[in-house]
């Protein structure tokens, strides 16, 4: 099992910053990558950016690119989400997923989540 804390939401103004961050425990080592999900009022949830275990290979939605910042720390298993110029669209809640094995299946984990709200 794997156990996902984001923290880090909040409240801020277009075009301002917010640092987003994951803490995961657990079997994190089964864990190959982790990836932010956002979930919009009356949306789908949707992939903002994923970042592999092993050579933290970074993968973003185009509408982030040049604006958010995907990272890792390995040694306290912590993954962040740096949000600059944000917009009143990028208002969600933020969810962070782990994708490992379990009994050798593919396995989704995911945390609860966190609200970021950008006013314009």
């Known amino acids: 099992q794997v156990q996902l804390v984001e923290s880090g939401g909040g409240l801020v103004q277009a075009g301002g910053s917010l640092r987003l961050s994951c803490a995961a425990s657990?079997?994190?080592?089964?864990?190959?990558?982790m990836s932010w999900y956002r979930q919009g009022s009356g949306k789908e949830r949707d992939f903002v950016a994923r970042?592999?275990?092993?050579?933290?290979?970074?993968y973003y939605t185009d509408s982030v690119k040049g604006r958010f910042a995907i990272s890792r720390d390995n040694a306290n298993n912590t993954m962040y989400l740096q949000m600059n110029s944000l917009k009143p669209e990028d208002t969600a809640i933020y969810h962070c997923?782990?994708?490992?094995?379990?009994?050798?299946?593919?396995?989704?984990?995911w945390g609860q989540g966190t609200q970021v709200t950008v006013s314009s």
């Open positions: 997923n782990a994708r490992c094995y379990t009994r050798g299946i593919v396995t989704d984990y």
């Open positions: 657990g079997r994190i080592f089964s864990c190959f990558d």
């Open positions: 970042i592999t275990w092993n050579d933290a290979s970074k």
